[in-house]
């Protein structure tokens, strides 16, 4: 047994057990890593120890919030059925504007205020700031300054409702779940649409908007510590991806 984040090196007890004066025998040999985990809970609100008891028994309940523009409002009509339902929500997240609604969620907002936030993160005059289209149509500018003010310089770990979101790592091919570390970071990079907004660099690599891989991010939910049940909201329509539109392959202005 050891933690995560030290050295790979035997300890002093591998090291006796595994030595080489010790004759091997076939005694079964296991791993475990040990990670960090934590749970915000406030003094006053009985609810907060209510989640507490509900995620280290296994029982808590996640809601996952899946990508679709500017159908996100549905997200927030969701977030409060559940409310009068007398649903608790122990643990969200989400992808692209499911990412944003998760994000005010775990913020402990209430559904005015949900309603009041969500234009400021998903409005045409934000997200379509026109430059050069060398890398993408708009700038991305005003949507990163926006993020940056509504995230205040927090941590996911920050948050009061346990929270992730999900990106595309568009260098390596591969899905990134953005869970710890800067909560900026995790929006921006989930929310950039392809061609629209640019990526974001982390690490050498670029991420963009995690819908290309895994737009609900169900099964995330479902491996994470604590959960009992999840729900899932997909705002994607039953559509047929073909055309009967006339084009060739390449287009006049």
């Known amino acids: 047994m050891a933690r995560a984040g030290d050295r790979a090196g035997l300890g002093a007890i591998e090291q006796e057990l595994l030595g080489p004066e010790v004759p091997a025998g076939d005694a079964r040999q296991e ?3 040990v990670h960090p985990a934590h749970y915000h809970v406030a003094e006053a609100p009985s609810s907060h120890y209510r989640r507490l008891a509900r995620l280290v ?11 679709g523009g500017a159908r996100g409002a549905a997200h ?3 977030l409060r059925a559940l409310e009068e339902a007398g649903v608790p929500v122990d643990a ?40 050069v289209p060398l890398v993408s149509l708009s700038s991305g500018r005003r949507l990163q300054r926006r993020i940056v003010e509504e995230t205040d310089g927090r941590s996911v770990e920050d948050l009061w409702i346990r929270y992730f979101s999900v990106s595309t790592n568009l260098s390596q091919a591969t899905q990134v779940v953005h869970d710890r570390a800067g909560l900026a970071l995790a929006l921006r990079a989930s929310v950039s649409l392809p061609g629209i907004l640019p990526p ?8 963009v908007d995690g819908g290309l891989l895994n737009n609900l991010p169900i099964d995330v939910m479902q491996t994470a510590p604590g959960g009992g049940r999840a729900v899932a909201v997909d705002l994607r329509r039953q559509t047929e991806l073909t055309t009967r539109a006339r084009l060739g392959p390449a287009l006049s202005g």
Do not use: E, N, Y
């Not at 028994?57 to 990508?67: I, L, M, N, P």
């Not at 997240?93 to 609604?101: N, Q, R």
């Open 57 to 67: 028994t296994g029982r808590g309940v996640g809601v996952v919030f899946g990508g």
């Open 31 to 33: 791993l475990v890593l």
């Open 200 to 207: 974001v660099p982390a690490d050498g690599d670029l991420l």
């Open 92 to 131: 969200v997240g989400g992808t692209s504007i499911g990412a944003v609604a998760a994000f005010m969620c775990a913020m402990g907002w209430d559904h005015d205020r949900h309603m009041a936030k969500l234009p400021l993160f998903f409005s045409t005059r934000l997200i379509i700031q026109p430059t």
């Open 76 to 78: 927030l009509g969701v």
